[in-house]
């Protein structure tokens, strides 16, 4: 009789957790979570929460995050009891700012939170989330995705890295040059058979740059590079240098930034972006 009693209150209990743990889930209703940030360019994100077959499903709908041309565009998981607790938390603070906040800076923050598709909250201003903002909120939930992005991104700008290293001859760079028009480099390991006023560019490693330009964009004084791969396309930007007068002035130098537009061993075509 004993044993009968034991048995059958282990099974009680598993099936009260069981079923603590549906209702859990089930505690949180569809949810659309939509943020607007910036000044007169705005960044529009979205998040989405499901619960599909008595599993809580995230989305991350807005924005596209890049590495290069490439996007990983919508990103789903499964929410644990950690991350069940996390939504819970951000739709009470947000149920406490009454849709208002100061207006800190010219920056604007806008939240839409609808709950399944009926119940909306709206906030407009700089809150004080205490942790639970749309970025803290989509870097927990999205953590694992975010580091594969990072990762991918690094890996693209180390290859780009190992093509450009070495010597370049520039042809096409001039002072009239307009946006979108077009430069190319080409590889060379003799630059001392090239005629006087030939412009070459180096690239080594720790992105050190190195130029004979003292006549078109003055890149002569830049020392650096770097690449942008987060917003769609592939950027190469020359950096600012530094230029030492002879009374001891300084003068800083513009750098020049261009986006990549098709690159291989012996042959760049870049297009010209801005200073």
């Not at 949810?31 to 960044?43: K, M, N, V, W």
């Not at 060379?188 to 070459?200: A, K, P, Q, S, V």
């Amino acid at each position: 009789m004993t044993n009968f009693y034991l048995i059958t209150l282990l099974l009680s209990s598993c099936l009260f957790q069981k079923t603590d743990g549906l209702s859990e889930k089930n505690s949180i209703l569809d949810i659309d979570i939509q943020f607007e940030t910036g000044c007169e360019e705005r960044s529009n994100y979205l998040i989405s929460i499901l619960n599909v077959n008595n599993k809580l499903i995230a989305k991350k709908i807005k924005p596209n995050y890049y590495y290069g041309y490439i996007t990983d565009s919508i990103w789903t998981i499964e929410l644990d009891s950690i991350k069940i607790n996390l939504i819970k938390r951000f739709i009470q603070k947000a149920k406490e700012f009454n849709g208002e906040c100061p207006i800190i800076t010219s920056s604007v923050d806008n939240y839409e939170i609808t709950i399944h598709n009926d119940t909306v909250y709206k906030i407009e201003g700089h809150c004080n989330w205490e942790g639970l903002d749309f970025y803290s909120i989509e870097k927990i939930l999205f953590q694992n995705h975010f580091d594969s992005l990072n990762k991918k991104r690094v890996s693209l700008k180390d290859s780009l890295n190992r093509i450009l290293s070495g010597q370049w001859i520039v042809t096409g760079l001039n002072k009239e040059l307009r946006q979108s028009d077009t430069i190319i480099l080409l590889r060379t390991d003799e630059l001392d058979e090239y005629e006087i006023g030939t412009i070459f560019w180096e690239f080594s490693d720790g992105n050190n740059f190195n130029s004979n330009d003292s006549l078109v964009f003055d890149l002569v004084y830049s020392n650096n590079y770097g690449f942008v791969v987060d917003y769609g396309y592939v950027g190469l930007g020359i950096h600012a240098g530094t230029k030492i007068e002879q009374n001891g002035d300084v003068t800083y130098t513009r750098g020049a930034f261009f986006e990549i537009d098709s690159i291989n061993t012996d042959k760049i075509i870049l297009k010209y972006f801005g200073r």
